[in-house]
Each structure stands twice: as C-alpha cells, then as structure tokens.
C-alpha cells in the first residue's frame, strides 16, 4: 500500500472513529500524543488483526504508542485513552494485547486497570 493511500486511510479512520469512540483529544502532559491518534494507530493496525493480517502491525503500534508515554502522568493518560476503546463490543479484542504483544512495562489495554497505578 502506497504511503499516501495509507495516510487517507488512516485519516479517514480517524475522521470516523474519533466521533464513534466519543474520543477526546485529550493531550499528553509530554506534548507527544493526543488520544485519538494513539487511539487510531493501534485500531487501525490491530483491526487488520481481526481480518487475519499480520500480527506483528498490531504490536508495532502498541510499542509505539507505549513508546511516546515517557513520564507516568503520560502512561496513566494513555491507560485512561484505552479504556474508552476497549468497553466498546467492536474493540473487546484489544484488551490483552499488549501482554499477547509481549511489550515489556506496556500499559495495559483493560477497563479494569487501576490507571493511577501505572508507573513508568
């Protein structure tokens, strides 16, 4: 896939999802991310997973995500970020990924993590 068609791609996502995931853009204290991008990253690539793409796209955008939440008010925010996708029906599927991605200290994608004890 061209880069240009996969940066409409995942635009598009974004323009779509963002409304439907009732997304904040709710910014990280390091000025890194914003929750719907990190949001549409790993959606994107981790729906790829549910068609029987590549696994390893999935857990690429996990690391990265996981990579830009450098101080713990930035990985709380992420935690946070996630438990908005993972409650929905559509995206149960994320919930573990991280663990299954084998991402060593990655913030867990699960709405019953306790976000204010996430540590860097």
Not at 43 to 54: D, F, H, P, T
Not at 66 to 82: D, G, V
């Amino acid at each position: 896939m061209s880069k240009s068609v996969f940066v409409v791609v995942y635009l598009s996502l974004l323009v779509v999802l963002t409304p439907t995931l009732n997304a904040k853009m709710v910014s990280y204290p390091n000025g890194d991310r914003h929750c719907a991008m990190a949001q549409g990253q790993v959606i994107s690539a981790c729906l790829q997973l549910v068609n029987g793409l590549q696994h390893a796209d999935c857990c690429y955008a996990i690391n990265d995500v996981n990579r830009h939440a450098e101080t713990q008010a930035a990985r709380i925010m992420l935690c946070k970020c996630f438990q908005e996708v993972v409650k929905l029906s559509q995206f149960t599927k994320l919930i573990g990924m991280p663990e299954k991605c084998d991402i060593p200290s990655a913030v867990p994608f699960d709405p019953k993590t306790d976000c204010a004890s996430i540590k860097v």
